[in-house]
């Protein structure tokens, strides 16, 4: 039978419109899959766009915190003229570079552990039991008891002090080590990396790469597992320190607010004696001699031969550089604690406890620094320390050191992890869902001799079935959306100074670059603020900016409610360092300080940071906050009625996006 024949018999008709069929549903599939992947790429952008508000706010924040190092300087060295006596301030600044002999018996002897404390008990010395005990207790939300959080901190700085500044280990093909970035007090993340990975072990070591507090609910619980596993395993698990490892930075960031909640009798010991233990960790591993592992980074300068011989524990907080203090101040300061009356004053030399400047600089380099595709080496001005180093600079520092790899943590990374510097630099950052459910994926580093590092990824959720796309982004994108609008309602008089500049015709609208221009120029946020512009302000037919509207939704609770709209924004703006200087200076911790404090430290606070405000101003609203009139503040309370109010807590519509797209 020939073709014409199949023709004639319909058989030709019916293979054509299978091919037709089968051409319309290749076609559609192929609509379909455009469709997905322009939509999976908006969802990227939209994601994208709120990581980078999320971290650059972030960075802003660690800036003024990296200033509060300048000004605990600038107190010290101008205290004594405005207040005749404060041994105590002295003693919390610097009492933990001076003294190293925090007793152990007056911190545990007393503490009793009563029979009704269900948690767990903890047997030293510690065995691998104690690990899996602690694991299943936090796995239940049980808090470790007092006296063991001590006792383990005791133990551990034991431990650190034998350590030298870098640790050096070796693999083996059948001994892989396995590198985790920073955890921030994400139970679950260290619960499902020892799930996937196994628990520290002789035969499964383990490096975390600082960042183990802070943000995070579960801080105190992480150190507890990461010291007790050192304890059990002190060749195998290898802790090095991080920027937050840092009494000055868990004032700001939630671990002395966690510890204090969690331990309201004898939370201050532990504070106290952790500060003894960060100076102590590590700040580095290196793995094979030939990979560097240190939290931040290197500069130009880095000096790895420096490193490895300067007294890290002088290193009492990266925020207080080296202070020129008067020769004879030395022997004065190691009296306060008898009660002996020391001031600080303006000399030309430093305490002998001190790291030299440059020793202090080299360290806050290996803590503070990122990455960067520009080549050299040039200042960290998003983070405000440390520094930015270019791939020429990574190849140069390796060289000299016989290296061949850079492992850092310290940055969120939207995949948990990242290669840069023609794969000299790995970035690994181990906190799942670190700004927001869904932000970012967590990962950890597996290495074994002569082999590529294998990455590891994961994210925790506590849903069984993860939202659709577009709800996890959209969440991301509010949560994003509204701390960017917390910050620009903190400079609310700043920024209609700077849009009145543009409008003189007094007509409230601004072409769309110069209300960018504007945005940029006072808040320094590095952001794409022309996309932006859809959740922010309104525009009108013309595609002009109501620029009035960047504020309509938003306002500052005020505490007091004659305070003039410019203080309060100072206040707000500055809450946070604040609250730190009013720590430091309260001492005797409690909870209040006096009417000549506060004048005193907001004189010197407005002098250091060069904000404009009425003397008259601030007494009156001192006043207005010593409510019972008995010449005290309790100044935290104060900050703490200091809110946002958002009247419109959602984006405008579900399906706008960050990147201006549709």
């Known amino acids: 039978m020939n073709t014409h024949d199949l023709d004639n018999m319909g058989c030709g008709s019916s293979s054509s419109k299978k091919g037709r069929k089968s051409e319309k549903a290749i076609k559609a599939a192929l609509i379909i899959q455009n469709w997905y992947r322009g939509y999976s790429a908006r969802m990227k952008a939209r994601q994208c766009y709120a ?35 404060d041994p105590e301030l002295v003693t919390r600044l610097f009492h933990g570079t001076l003294q190293d002999n925090i007793d152990r018996d007056d911190y545990v002897g007393l503490i009793d552990v009563p029979y009704s404390y269900s948690g767990p008990r903890l047997q030293f010395p510690l ?7 602690l694991l299943e207790a936090f796995k239940e939300q049980q808090i470790l008891h007092a006296y063991y959080v001590l006792e383990v901190l005791f133990e551990t700085k034991k431990v650190l002090k034998q350590r030298p500044n870098f640790t050096h280990v070796r693999t083996s093909p059948s001994k892989e080590i396995t590198i985790c970035g920073d955890l921030h007090g994400k139970l679950d993340d260290l619960l499902l990396i020892f799930y996937k990975n196994g628990l520290p072990s002789e035969d499964n070591p383990y490096v975390f790469n600082g960042d183990f507090v802070d943000r995070g609910k579960n801080s105190i619980e992480i150190l507890m597992i990461l010291c007790v596993s050192l304890l059990v395993y002190p060749r195998d698990m290898h802790l090095n320190r991080g920027n937050h490892e840092d009494f000055l930075m868990n004032l700001r960031y939630g671990f002395t607010k966690e510890v204090l909640n969690k331990y309201k009798l004898h939370g201050r010991k532990i504070l106290r004696l952790l500060e003894e233990v960060y100076t102590w960790l590590p700040i580095g591993t290196i793995v094979d001699n030939e990979i560097l592992v240190i939290h931040g980074g290197i500069s130009e300068s880095t000096d790895l031969n420096l490193l490895h011989h300067l007294e890290r524990n002088k290193m009492k907080s990266v925020l207080m550089p080296p202070v020129p203090l008067n020769e004879d101040l030395a022997s004065d300061f190691q009296k306060t604690k008898a009660g002996a009356s020391a001031m600080p004053r303006k000399s030309n030399t430093s305490l002998p406890e001190q790291l030299s400047k440059h020793e202090w600089e080299q360290v806050v380099d290996i803590l503070w620094s990122d990455p960067r595709g520009q080549r050299g080496c040039y200042p960290n001005k998003s983070r405000g320390g440390g520094c930015y180093f270019g791939p020429d600079i990574t190849s140069k520092i390796l060289s000299k050191y016989h290296l061949k790899m850079l492992i850092r943590s310290h940055e969120c990374k939207p995949e948990g992890y990242e290669v840069c510097h023609d794969g000299k630099v790995i970035t690994v950052f181990s906190a799942s869902n670190y700004y927001e459910e869904g932000s970012n994926r967590g990962a950890y580093i597996k290495l074994g001799p002569g082999m590529k590092p294998r990455f590891v990824q994961y994210q925790v959720t506590e849903l069984t079935c993860p939202k659709p796309l577009y709800q996890r982004v959209h969440a991301i994108e509010s949560s994003a959306i509204r701390i960017l609008k917390e910050r620009i309602i903190s400079r609310k008089s700043d920024l209609i100074c700077a849009f009145e500049l543009y409008d003189r015709s007094k007509s409230g609208k601004l072409s769309l670059g110069q209300w960018a221009f504007s945005m940029e120029s006072i808040l320094g946020l590095n952001l794409p603020w022309r996309s932006l512009r859809l959740h922010l302000v309104n525009t009108d037919k013309d595609g002009n900016i109501d620029y009035m509207s960047s504020f309509q939704d938003i306002h500052i609770q005020k505490p007091v409610k004659e ?11 500055y809450r946070s360092d604040l609250q730190i200087i009013y720590n430091v200076i309260d001492s005797d911790h409690s909870g209040l300080i006096s009417m000549e404090e506060f004048r005193t430290m907001w004189q010197l606070f407005c002098t250091h940071y060069s904000v404009h405000i009425d003397d008259s101003q601030v007494d009156e609203l001192a006043n207005r906050m010593d409510l019972n009139k008995d010449g005290n503040i309790d100044f935290n309370e104060f900050l703490k009625a200091f809110y946002v109010v958002h009247k419109f807590d959602h984006l405008n519509k579900s399906d706008t996006n960050l990147a201006g797209q549709k």
Do not use: K
Request: glycine letters at 2%; a negative charge; zero cysteines.
């Open 51 to 85: 990581l980078t508000i999320f971290q650059s706010i972030e960075y802003a924040d660690e800036q003024g915190q990296m200033e509060l190092s300048n000004f605990f300087s600038f107190m010290l060295a101008n205290y004594a003229t405005v207040r005749e006596e």
């Open 127 to 133: 065995t691998f039991t104690d690990i899996d005990l």
């Open 563 to 573: 305070a003039q709209s410019t203080l309060i924004e100072i206040l707000y703006r």
